[in-house]
Structures are given as C-alpha cells and as structure tokens.
C-alpha cells in the first residue's frame, strides 16, 4: 500500500515502529559512505600487474624507442594515444594524453577559453557569460563554473538524453558559451544519450561562436550487465553538420585502472587539439609518461581494456543489485520515490516523492551513512524540488551496503511520514 | 695569444687551418645534442629500482593506512610532503604536491593570478603587467609571460644574483607584478643567490601588493662537487620583514628521480597554500599518489635524497669539467670567451667576447652539433649582446660530449676571425 493512501493512524503506527528501527541502527554506531563514485579496493586489486608492468621487462622504452623516463612527448606516447584513439573511436593525432585528472583537462580547457578565447574574444571579457546544464549532473562540472562565475542554466535531463528544444532555446543566446555532458551512463542518472539525443546535439547552431561543448565521457567502457548501452560517436554525429569544433571529449582511466595514478585523456577536433597544444607547449614539458607505457603495455588494445572491465561489472554489479533490490522492495511499493536501473556507470539516481531528500540526507547522517551532499547534483547545489539524492554504491563492501541501503530506505520512509502527517 | 692581438694575415691562417678541420668535421655526418638539460639513460638508471619499490612490497598503503590508488588527498601523501619539506627547510603544511611538471605548477598559479588575482584584482584585468626578469634565465618561463602577454623587464644577474638596484627601482611600478629566479644553480648560469641578495628580496616593498616572485628552486640538491653552494632559505629570510606572501617556490624530482615520471611541488605561505588549494580543489581530485608513495618510500628522507644525488654528481661532474676542460683550453687562451664554472646544476653558461653567439649556433647546426637556441635566455629570444649560449652537458655521452665541446669551441674561432678580419 502506498504511503499517500495510508490514514494518519497508520502512519504514526508505522512511524512509532520505523523509529524503534532507527533508534537500534543509532545504537550500531555505523559509519558508511555512498558520496562519491570511488571503486573499492577489491576493484583496484584487479589492477595491480599493471604496477609490475614496465618494471618487470626493466625497459622503459615505449615502441618508437624513447626513452619513457625522460622529457618530452608533450601529447602522449604513441601506443597509449592509439588505445585511447580505439576506445573513444577517433583518430590517434586528435588525441592528448594527460595525468591522472580528467578533471584538470577539463579545468584547464574552459582556463584556456577564459583566458585566450576560443577562436573569438576571451571569455573573460565578454561580460556575463553562461552555460548549459543538463540537471541532475555531477557537482565537479558545476564547481568549475562556479570558480569562474559561469552562470549555469539547469535543463532537464530526460531518459534518452537532454530536452533540446530547451538547449536549442538557450543557444540562441551569444552568451551561453558552452554545456557539460555526460553522454553514457550519465552522472549520477545513469542514462545514455540517444542517437537522436547525440544527433540533435552535433546539429546545434549556437550564437556563439566560441561556443564548447565539455563531453565528459567518463564512462565509455564502464558497463555493467550483458545488455550495455551503445553511445553514438559525437564526432561522426558532427561531421554532417562540421560541427567538430564544438565539442572537447574527455575521459581517464580513473575507474578503468586506479583514481590515484590512471591516465588521462582529450579527444577534440583538429582545431581543437591545435588550440590545446598551443597552450600545453607553454604549461608543460610533459605528462608522466612512465604511467602511460604502463597503461599501454598493461591493456594492449581495446579488447584487453573490455576483458579488464567485465572484471570490474562482476564486482560492482551485485552491489548495484544490493541497493536496487531495497529500494523495490522498500520503497516501490510504498510510493516513496522513482530512481533509475542502469546499464553501466557509477551511481543510481533516486529521487524522492514524498519527502524532502534534505531531511532524508540528514536523517542518514544522524545514522552515520554518509550520502552525496543532497541538492549537490545540481548547479550552486539548489535542487529545486528537493528530491534527489545520488547513491554511489561501488565502494562500500557488500555488508556494507546492505546495512546503508536498510538505513536509507528507513530514513526515506521517516521523513515521508513526518512530511505527510 | 689572443686573437683580438694576432694580425689580419695570422688570423687568416688560422682560418683556414680551422676551416680544413670544420670540412672533416662536417664529413663526419655528427648528430649531436646539447640543447636541453636533459638526464642521460645512465642517470634515470639509478633510479630504476624505484619502479619496483610499491609493488615489490604489493603495498599501495600510505604510513596513514589510505590506499593510494584510489581518489583523494590533494594536496599530497603526507609521507612525500615531509621529504619535500625536508628538502626545501619548509613545514610539511607549507608544502602542495604536483604532477611531474613543476613548470605546470608555475604556469597554473600564473594562470590564477591573470584571472583571479593574488589577493588583488585579477591581474588581467589591470591593463598592461610586467614581471622581472634576471637575464640570461630560463626560456620556459619566459615562455609563460610570452603566452600571457606579460610584458618582461631584463634586469642582470650578477655572479650572486639579480641586480638589486635594478629591481628596488623597477618595483615601484605597480603594474610590475611579479619576478623569475632560479635561486641556486641559476639556469644557465649555475650562480647560486648569495645570502645578501636572498635577504634584499626578502626585503623588497613592491608596489604591488599582489606582486609574486616565482622562486624555482629547480636544483636544489643538485650539487656537482664537494664544494657545493648553499643557498639561503627564503622563507626564513622572508620572516625578519613578513614578506613571506610575496614568494612561491617550486621544485621537483624531475632531475631526481625521473623528468618522465617524477613529482613536482610548491612551498608557500599559509595565504598562498590557502590561495591555491582554493584553485586546486576545483581543477583536479587528486595528483598522481602511488608516484608520490614511490618517491617516499625510495628516498626515505633528505638523507637518501642526498645520497642518491652522488650518484648523479659522479656521472655528470665529469662532463662538466669535459667542456670546461675544452673551454679552458680552446677559448681561455686566445680571449674569446668567458664562462661560468658552476658547483651544481645543469648547464654552463657561455659568453661570446669576440663574434656573433647566433653565427657560433648556426656554425654548430651546420656540423650537427644542437646548441639551446642562441637568445633563447633572453626574454623574447632576444640577447641584447648576441652573446650568450646555455651548453647543457648532460645528456650527451662522454665520446659524443667531448665531440660535441671540440666542435663548439672551433666554431667560436671561426666566428671570431670571420668578425674580426
């Protein structure tokens, strides 16, 4: 029975009872994190050869014959460009290798168009300027505008992508310089862009002209289950349109290898990366290349990267399952939220319908269950309607997550109870 | 004999002597390098054991029991701060890990200044800047003010540092806003900053409040012989007027450990620490940690650092005294050149006293044999005098360095009688 036709009796009854629970879960004094999309250890075990790699050989020197020790090399060494180029399906010259931190390439692009424009006046002395942001999204994207005083616009992120007649709306607008898109398994929904969705974006005509889309493919090769999503490459989308220069591709091995020493990387059109390395050549002399050997040894081609990634579904998959078996049980057929079931990614997206996901993050934290700060998926952190809450289920143990899905589901139905009664 | 004291008709046999040598030589098909100060393959060997160090003990644990593979610490494993902090005589809280590129440091924090200010207006948009630039210095950092389009100042530096009167007076210009120094093993010039001139910059009163010197402490455990110099601490020489804002040094294992895969790191102020980790946690996670656990565990502490410079020191002391050795013998005795002879570091630094620096360059390219770009010290790849060559003696072997030294000096002749006669 859904919660919305319970009488007022039996909610209090039901509160009285969910409220003993919290008190004995109080008692058990647990400290649990669902915040961020960190991998567990376990999944980080998987790459530990990769450590032995370049050592175990005791040859530094990558297929050209350079020597990966010393400088130089300031896009990347040529067999980890090309398993770059092959995962994201591009050229290896339109590749640029970086370091740990896609992020930081991400950061130092929108720096650059700050600062030295892209193609037209710096986007500092344009005034105001803005950018679309396709809510919910991750909170890192946001921290960027906000660092520059970008004026992010929230639009709907819909099953199958953004609401384009929106973003086409918006782009008419010179000062909306740019977007943030995570096109598979997006951040934190999960979902993946249509081929429509990718078409109807390489067909845009912004005002601007320096206008930047930051394609944040983070989880190009992250699939969970035997029926993975398929994401149209944006650039074959583009070259209908000669579009190619309105969008930076992004991603790393963060969650391929490890957060704390992957590799990463751009994929951009030829005018793009000449932009870049025109700024890279005066940055940096260049990126650590001892680690992109050992990428590049390690995983050999794309298929050595996908084998490596069915190691990773077959770890995080059933703590997907853990978190998504409660909340059908627990909160499904009381009413109590929506939240998606996806194919690949990081996290699940869970937005409530009865209550305030504030009060919900709250009420988990009095319990020691830490969530993704609420209202943190949407820009300045103001989720307008309250209601979502990311749930980054890879990092704690199975155990774990059990006991945090429980405490979540408890603390959802409290606060429902107390908003309706 | 000196030439500027031999007779037309002497000279002129001596060219053509010289000349007869420079056909043989150029029959000889040389490719020789000594443009950049680049490590030789034998110097990264020393390293080599650092590779295995975290996996020979299958242990990604920092000493605080955090798994360095995964996401997190942005300002660094404590363990690699303290071995930076030891080595730059800083606190481990003044202390901010990088990538392997100190240059990327440097460029980051110019980069945060010209769009968010240190502490004043961004500096871009206070019309025209200039920063300070003892000459000859390092083309890379002219590089950054080149990008940027801040205007440089030359000022000479001097046997123990930059002309203090020069810049006393050039800092009363607010719209000055910054300074280079490569504080000890000046590159090219291998001076170290005598304790006098590190207190007279500790001492200066720019007119700017948000001015920076860019303190790039590149070598500062790159000693050659046992009389290595020591340079003052500047925070400690900062301390007596409360300056310490106005300093940011930088360092890195590149010519340590490995310039392919090392770690790079910032010592500053409280305020400036606060500054940049306010940039930081917006543009990255975090830098690459197992990198940094490799370094700490190596080196252990200054003590193993020290040792471990030794090493370096005897593969690349000899070379040195190889070109000084040629130098002394080709150059000295006929008055064509004075040079410096530094205690550590990685270059010599040339000046011509008799012919064009640009005709000993192209002489050079023309027998094979890559010298740094002839004004590439000088801001704007322009020496006022023509004079100086930065000779970068590493990277070459002996056989080749001895070449390579053999060649230069007979180029510097041929110039000289071409100029004179």
């Known amino acids: ?16 009872e969910l409220k003993t629970e919290y008190e004995q879960i109080k008692a ?11 991998p567990a250890a376990d999944q980080l075990d998987i790459s530990m050869d990769m450590l032995k790699e370049v050592v175990g050989v005791y ?14 090399v300031l896009d990347g060494i040529p067999e980890c460009k090309r398993l770059f180029a092959e995962m994201l399906e591009v050229k290896p010259e339109n590749i640029i ?22 193609g037209g006046k710096p986007w500092s002395e344009q005034g105001e ?31 199958d992508g953004p609401d384009m007649e929106a973003v086409n709306e918006l782009i008419k607008d010179p000062s909306v310089k740019g977007m943030f898109c995570v096109p ?3 951040n934190p929904t999960g979902i993946t862009y249509s081929d429509e969705k990718v078409r109807a974006l390489a067909a845009m005509k912004p005002a601007a002209k320096d206008f930047r889309v930051i394609w944040d493919n983070a989880y190009a090769v992250h699939d969970l289950n035997a029926t993975p999503d398929r994401l149209l490459n944006i650039f074959d989308a583009c070259s209908e349109f000669g579009t190619e220069d309105y969008f930076v591709e992004f991603t790393s091995t963060a969650k391929i290898s490890f957060p704390g020493g ?21 940055q940096t002399i260049c990126y650590d290349k001892l680690n992109q050997l050992r990428h590049a040894k390690y995983f050999r081609d794309l298929q050595g990267i996908k084998l490596h990634m069915k190691k990773h579904a077959m770890l995080i998959a059933p703590k997907f399952e853990i978190v998504l078996e409660a909340f059908r049980n627990e909160l499904g057929e009381y009413g109590l939220a929506e939240w998606t079931e996806p194919n690949g990614g990081y996290f ?48 704690p143990t199975v155990p774990e997550l059990k006991k945090a899905a429980e405490v979540l589901c408890l603390c959802i139905k409290l606060a429902s109870i107390e908003n309706l009664v």
Do not use: W
């Open 1 to 16: 029975m859904q919660f919305s036709e319970m009488s007022r009796e039996e909610l209090l009854a039901m509160y009285s």
């Open 129 to 159: 300027i803005k950018f679309i942001c396709p809510v919910p999204g991750y909170d890192r994207h946001f921290g960027i505008c906000e660092f520059y005083g970008i004026k992010m616009i929230n639009v709907p992120l819909g099953a």
């Open 59 to 72: 040859d530094c020197k990558a297929e050209s014959g350079l020597d990966c020790r010393n400088y130089g």
């Open 28 to 38: 058990e004094n647990l400290k649990l994190d669902m915040s961020r999309g960190k």
């Open 184 to 186: 598979k398994y997006s």
């Open 262 to 282: 992957g590799v990463s990387c751009i994929a951009a059109s030829d005018n793009n990366i000449k932009m870049i390395i025109d700024r890279l050549k005066y």
């Open 348 to 395: 699940i997206s869970l937005n409530t319908t009865t209550c305030s996901a504030k009060r919900v993050g709250d009420l988990c934290r009095s319990l020691g269950v830490v969530l993704t700060k609420v209202g943190a998926t949407y820009p300045y952190g103001i989720d307008p309607e309250d209601s979502n809450i990311r749930i980054a289920p890879t990092f």
């Open 97 to 118: 290798l970086g370091g740990t931190s896609s992020l930081a390439l991400m950061f130092d692009f929108i720096t650059q168009c700050m600062l030295k424009g892209a």
